[in-house]
T-cell receptor, first 116, second 110 residues
Framework: NAGVMQNPRHLVRRRGQEARLRCSPMKGHSHVYWYRQLPEEGLKFMVYLQKENIIDESGMPKERFSAEFPKEGPSILRIQQVVRGDSAAYFC??????????????FGDGTRLSIL | EDQVTQSPEALRLQEGESSSLNCSYTVSGLRGLFWYRQDPGKGPEFLFTLYSAGEEKEKERLKATLTKKESFLHITAPKPEDSATYLCAVLPYNTDKLIFGTGTRLQVFP
């Protein structure tokens, strides 16, 4: 399967712990996007990255959340000191061009984060 | 403000009963409109991209159309395996992020 790979699929954390979500884009894709889906709400954009660069982080909370896409390895979305409101499904997407205008963004199956 | 509204929220169809899902949008400039299918516990699966008013795309029992203000996803003679949530998203010119609607949850009964 050459699709977008996310792990773990499910992650349980206690309040105050850190959560690390990983995303490997499709082969040949250098553009990565993170979205969050809350129950009964649509997918909301969080951050857009290219290798070693954050291009747009306008949808990401300024505190506790960070993202990276290193030269080698997967993209990481990191949430520090998690709170109950962070419980959601986090989806990663990738594309071969900027924004996916010519070739669409393809999504992984998400990480479902639960905060106890 | 860029916005996407989908209707209805939920739709129940008998197998073979054709219908349409609506996606209304307001966007400063449209780079593309996208339809995705999402099954429970899965990520969105890409279906179609539409770029300009009047454009149509087809795949099996699905046909997507686009006007300057809305898009329709027509489902002809649906089968139970078409049951899913269908998501509409727009990509504005001035950004690289998709703006999603909340989806239409489709259930097709045999």
């Amino acid at each position: 399967n050459a699709g977008v790979m996310q792990n773990p699929r499910h992650l349980v954390r206690r309040r105050g712990q850190e959560a690390r979500l990983r995303c490997s884009p499709m082969k040949g894709h250098s553009h990565v996007y993170w979205y969050r889906q809350l129950p009964e709400e649509g997918l909301k954009f969080m951050v857009y990255l290219q290798k070693e660069n954050i291009i747009d982080e306008s949808g990401m909370p300024k505190e506790r959340f960070s993202a990276e896409f290193p030269k080698e390895g997967p993209s990481i979305l990191r949430i520090q000191q998690v709170v109950r409101g962070d419980s959601a499904a986090y989806f990663c997407a990738s594309s071969s061009d900027r924004g996916g205008g010519n070739q669409p963004q393809h999504f992984g199956d998400g990480t479902r984060l639960s905060i106890l | 403000e860029d916005q996407v509204t989908q209707s209805p929220e939920a739709l129940r169809l008998q197998e073979g009963e054709s219908s349409s899902l609506n996606c209304s949008y307001t966007v400063s400039g449209l780079r593309g409109l996208f339809w995705y299918r999402q099954d429970p516990g899965k990520g969105p699966e890409f279906l179609f991209t539409l770029y300009s008013a009047g454009e149509e795309k087809e795949k099996e029992r699905l046909k997507a159309t686009l006007t300057k203000k809305e898009s329709f996803l027509h489902i002809t003679a649906p089968k139970p395996e078409d049951s899913a949530t269908y998501l509409c998203a727009v990509l504005p010119y001035n950004t690289d992020k998709l703006i999603f609607g909340t989806g239409t949850r489709l259930q097709v009964f045999p």
